[in-house]
């Protein structure tokens, strides 16, 4: 990950690409290529290109299955091809990719050096190549100055094709040639107010696939923090909230095309981790970023909320009731429910396509590459950031184990408020326990501990579902359907037998997890 004052040289070759994409409404680009915040800082007028560009795979897409993409474009007189490489696991929009002119439109594999790119490609043939899809795009490119940094950036509209099929393009892509990362987003940002612009998380290899094979994003799982004893705070806050706004754009694709209900429920673990993350370090380090950052993933939680609740209703809840009772006729319940899943993702869209949300993200990457945090905190806060991480993270630890013990004491006797309130705080308790846990990777008592906090949050997580479930049933049961209230019933039977099961696992679950001892400050 790029720090303040970072600089990204690109060149021919081996090169590394640091380029933000943002998905335009058609016939907007003209008007974004004459903002104020182009304008001001282009060399010139720019070019335009007619650029049309072949993808190439094996016929059992082995390409596709690494992350990799290859291309051959045409342009002029000129042929290129390109070799793509996974996106950078700590910084989404940075790839590792080899450019270099070719004879024609078809790709030259043995140009490409084999021990830097690895398999599939070197062991691959040309023969074992075939076309997959094509773009055929119109070129705006203009190169601008800033006080900090180079970037060009290209206007394409035109379209993609894979057979029959054809897909509109609409985009900007803004790429770094050299200086500090967070101009690319302070441009996004400044675009945004000319049009409703949205991040594009796919690339046009992604989309072209999609296209040609039906192939549906797949949600990801929040990856491990990788931090080190040796890092400073102020770098393992920005590998953190990196890591989580690696993980909101990895699923935002999925959570919009509504395909797999993992995506919608990623995000919103994206954001949970996101929370924690402001709510860990602003004691410390008291920044506004913080406090501007948790008010916006707090909005945007509340906006997946409903299409999560429909999901874990549709998805898992009745599901578990067929399989036990599968003489019971749930098909009016189903229905219903499907019905109200399928109307909460029309009204996620909107909230995904909003400005609001693409600013959101935006400002996240903003965050990263400014470390924003350091703005407006005293010296004192300032000293902490340069301090390694062990000391901080001790304090940290000790600080929410206590309080979620003063959280559960009298455990029976909590009510569900109270018992809400205590898993927010053993959230926030686990998700510092993962992020710091390779900090304590020495400890044996580290995961035993982080494995008892995640089953007790789990059995907490049940009793929540439990009460997010009988609120829906309220909201269908105005439907006046027979076979529906039969299903109502049915659940609501299931419901309370599931709640006392439940009852006693939490009382085992808290009892283990009082009696672990803990891991830090040893």
Not at 184 to 189: I, N
Not at 457 to 479: E, F, K, M, P
Request: glycine letters at 6%.
């Amino acid at each position: 990950m790029t720090d303040a004052g970072t600089a990204i040289a690109v060149g021919h070759g081996d090169q590394t690409e640091f380029e933000l994409k943002l998905l335009a409404p058609q016939g907007s680009l003209e008007k974004l290529r004459e903002a104020p915040c182009i304008v001001q800082h282009a060399r010139n007028r720019g070019a335009y290109h007619r650029l049309e560009t072949v993808y190439y795979d094996t016929a059992e897409r082995l390409l596709f299955q690494h992350g990799m993409s290859l291309r051959v474009r045409h342009s002029g007189k000129s042929f290129i091809q390109t070799l793509k490489l996974p996106p950078n696991a700590a910084q989404p929009l940075m790839r590792r990719q080899w450019e270099m002119p070719v004879e024609g439109m078809t790709p030259d594999l043995t140009l490409f050096p084999a021990d830097e790119v690895g398999d599939p490609v070197a062991t691959l043939g040309n023969d074992a190549l075939v076309p997959v899809f094509e773009t055929k795009v119109r070129r705006h490119a203009r190169q601008l100055d800033l006080p900090d940094a180079s970037v060009e950036v290209v206007f394409d509209e035109g379209t993609i094709e894979a057979a029959s099929r054809q897909e509109v393009l609409s985009e900007i892509e803004i790429e770094l040639k050299s200086g500090n990362a967070g101009v690319l987003f302070d441009l996004g940002t400044q675009l945004l107010d000319a049009a409703p612009l949205q991040i594009g998380t796919r690339s046009k290899a992604e989309r072209g696939y999609a296209l040609a094979f039906d192939v549906a994003p797949s949600a990801v799982k929040a990856e491990l923090s990788g931090i080190t004893a040796e890092l400073v705070v102020d770098d393992v806050i920005a590998l953190l909230v990196g890591s989580c706004w690696h993980h909101l754009l990895k699923n935002h694709a999925v959570a919009e095309q509504g395909t797999d209900p993992e995506g919608v429920h990623q995000m919103r673990v994206a954001l949970r981790r996101l929370r924690t993350i402001c709510a860990l370090f602003r004691r410390d380090i008291p920044s506004p970023a913080f406090l501007t950052v948790n008010a916006e993933a707090r909005w945007l939680m509340r906006q997946l909320g409903k299409a999560r609740d429909w999901d874990v209703f549709a998805e898992t809840t009745i599901t578990r009731l067929v399989k036990a009772v599968p003489d019971i006729d749930l098909d009016g319940l189903r229905q219903a429910v499907e019905q109200r899943q399928k109307s909460s993702y029309g009204a996620l869209h909107g909230v995904l396509a909003d400005p609001r949300c693409s600013r959101f993200l935006l400002s996240l990457g903003q965050l990263v590459e400014r470390r924003s945090w350091r703005n407006e905190i005293d010296s004192e806060a300032l000293a902490i950031l340069s301090q390694p991480m062990p000391v901080l993270a001790d304090r940290i630890l000790q600080r929410l184990h206590r309080k979620t013990l003063k959280r559960g004491a009298r455990f029976r006797r909590l009510d569900i408020h109270a018992q809400h309130n205590l898993r927010i705080n053993l959230k926030k308790l686990r998700y510092a326990a993962e992020f710091f846990l390779p900090l304590y990777a020495a400890h044996a008592p580290a995961k035993r501990y982080v494995k008892r906090l995640a089953g007790l949050q789990n059995s907490l997580g049940r009793v929540c579902d439990i009460g997010s479930t009988r609120v829906l049933l309220h909201t269908i049961a105005q439907d006046d359907q027979p076979a529906l209230h039969l299903g109502i019933g049915a659940m609501a039977g299931w419901l309370a037998r599931d709640q006392i099961a439940v009852a006693k696992t939490l009382r085992k679950s808290w009892r283990r997890f009082k009696t672990t001892p803990v891991f830090w400050g040893r």
